[in-house]
């Protein structure tokens, strides 16, 4: 069986969710923020379509819309696009009591849908959302003379974040004393877990020395336990005065043992100091020659 990834590399949960019965608008303004952009106006499209056609049914067989065309839907159509619109090109009109009921109805419906979907559309477009650029791997090489993992972010945004959170955790499969299969999680301390500012780019080091999860671990031995690695950011955007956060993962086929990260300071020619990302994946031999992990 091929190796199974609890979670995806934006730290999310791939496992599949069964057994649970929830009604479709139980939780309906959480699937709304969490859906893509392209699902949300998806939905508004095709809610907009199935409501005008509805009302273009019920005027049809209604009837009593001067100057509509007799037995002509796209006529009761394009006017029911006019009424949940408030447009009222002066064209067609209501002139029976049934028609001006639906007129009142359908009115109702669009002054209390254009509410709803600006609320929400607005709540979606002004809610904070971090860019954190995660590298690709994470890398173990040596770091002062001791053996570290390390995996860096940098902020896409370039504006500030304050008081920046950092994270590290591992999931791996064990076996208790009682011969019970789990998935454990455990921490992995940081050297620095926290900044007052993250603007550009933020080096995570977890020293690999007695006491910490992965000393005397090896590639090998992580594989076969399917060790994952999980991260969590947690910061304040000082623009939007909220809270932000991102997350990703590294699988243990995504840690690179005997590497270093690509330094990504330099000078400019006009004596500035610069980040060239171009290299922010970039990684480079670097011998364990610090305490050994296997």
Not at 278 to 286: N, V
């Amino acid at each position: 069986m091929a190796e199974f990834r609890y979670i995806s590399k934006q730290g999310g949960s791939n496992l599949a969710l069964y057994g649970l019965h929830r009604g479709f608008f139980e939780d309906l303004y959480h699937s709304w923020l969490a859906s893509s952009w392209r699902r949300v106006f998806a939905v508004v499209i095709v809610l907009y379509l199935a409501v005008n056609a509805v009302f273009a049914a019920a005027y049809m067989a209604a009837g009593g819309i001067e100057n509509a065309r007799p037995h002509s839907y796209a006529d009761y159509y394009f006017f029911s696009v006019q009424t949940l619109a408030t447009i009222g090109y002066g064209k067609m009109s209501p002139v029976t009591l049934p028609a001006h009921l639906l007129v009142t109805i359908e009115s109702f419906c669009g002054l209390t849908g254009l509410a709803l979907v600006t609320g929400l559309m607005f709540a979606k477009f002004a809610r904070p959302t971090a860019r954190v650029l995660w590298s690709e791997v994470a890398v173990v090489s040596p770091m002062d003379g001791v053996q570290s993992l390390m995996f860096r972010v940098a902020n896409a945004r370039g504006n500030q974040v304050v008081e920046a959170q950092m994270r590290l955790g591992m999931l791996r499969s064990e076996t208790t004393a009682e011969g019970t299969p789990v998935r454990r999680q455990v921490d992995l301390k940081l050297v620095r877990p926290s900044t007052a500012v993250f603007a550009l780019s933020w080096l995570c080091v977890h020293r690999i020395e007695p006491g910490s999860p992965l000393y005397g671990e090896s590639p090998e031995s992580l594989a076969k336990v399917q060790a994952e690695l999980y991260c969590s950011l947690v910061g304040l955007d000082a623009d939007f005065s909220q809270t932000i956060h991102s997350r990703h993962s590294y699988a243990a086929v995504e840690i690179r043992w005997g590497f270093r990260f690509d330094d990504i300071m330099g000078e400019l020619p006009d004596g500035r100091m610069g980040v060239d990302y171009t290299r922010f994946h970039r990684t480079l031999p670097a011998p364990l020659d610090g305490p050994k992990a296997g």
